[in-house]
């Protein structure tokens, strides 16, 4: 549970790093979230506790008011009964992840030809910006990407002159979560997402935390298992319906 616990806090600290920069976080009793309007992500709103009849209500107005659309994350350490309410209440799944851990002592041996850059310009994250969308299929706004983040580093992945991926790598107390690691479409099948992985485990070996912490799809699972990552838990993100115009 601990590990769980790790992870969780780590993905959640990230949403907040990114935010704060920009004044789009916000806390309440029973949540907290992330609202950035010309980003797609984070866009998250996430509970201090599980679902209950008490908090649906509340949470289901936020959702509904906001102009731009909010992901709910549902961690299957919350009861179960959780998903009921959520679909008597119009929420719908989005999708799903799997939260991995990792606790890893030494380097991966890395042969290979990419090399990772920091993002450090404006230049860079827009750069970095538009691999992620070609890769993932949604907008993450430079302006997340060009702030200093104290203990979060955007990386952009080179073969040779040629950007071919991106990935992130944000501390927290007590691990260090790998995220946001992209392949664009024309640079896929080449071992790069593999290499990529491997880089930043070794960069993310710079800090105290042996804990590695990430949140695979269905697709990327294979390789994170591959890499010594163990499954512990599910992550269902929610959407709630708006009525029709």
Avoid at 40 to 47: A, F, K, S
Avoid at 60 to 73: G, I, V
Avoid at 136 to 153: A, E, M, Q, W
Avoid at 215 to 235: D, R, V, W
Wanted: net charge positive; charged share 20%; aromatic share 10%.
């Amino acid at each position: 549970m601990k590990k769980i616990k790790l992870n969780i806090e780590n993905l959640t600290s990230l949403w907040q790093t990114v935010s704060e920069p920009v004044d789009s976080f916000f806390m309440e009793k029973e949540y907290r979230y992330s609202l950035i309007e010309k980003s797609e992500w984070p866009n998250r709103l996430w509970l201090n506790q599980g679902i209950s009849p008490q908090n649906i209500a509340m949470i289901k107005a936020k959702m509904a008011s906001s102009l731009t659309n909010l992901t709910l994350p549902i961690w299957d350490i919350y009861p179960n009964n959780s998903l009921e309410i959520l679909a008597k209440n119009g929420f719908t799944l989005k999708f799903e992840q799997i939260g991995m851990s990792l606790n890893r002592k030494h380097v991966f041996p890395v042969p290979g030809t990419l090399n990772l850059k920091k993002v450090t310009t404006q230049k860079q994250a827009q750069l970095w910006s538009d691999l992620f969308r070609k890769s993932f299929g949604y907008l993450i706004h430079p302006i997340l990407i060009s702030n200093s983040h104290k203990n979060t580093t955007f990386y952009l992945a080179f073969h040779g002159k040629v950007a071919v991926g991106t990935g992130i790598l944000h501390t927290s107390t007590g691990a260090s979560g790998i995220h946001s690691v992209g392949i664009i479409p024309e640079q896929r099948r080449k071992g790069y997402a593999e290499q990529i992985m491997k880089l930043i485990i070794n960069e993310s070996l710079q800090t105290q935390n042996q804990l590695i912490t990430l949140q695979a799809s269905n697709m990327g699972k294979a390789l994170y298992l591959k890499l010594g990552f163990e499954e512990q838990f599910t992550i269902k993100n929610y959407t709630l319906k708006r009525p029709s115009n």
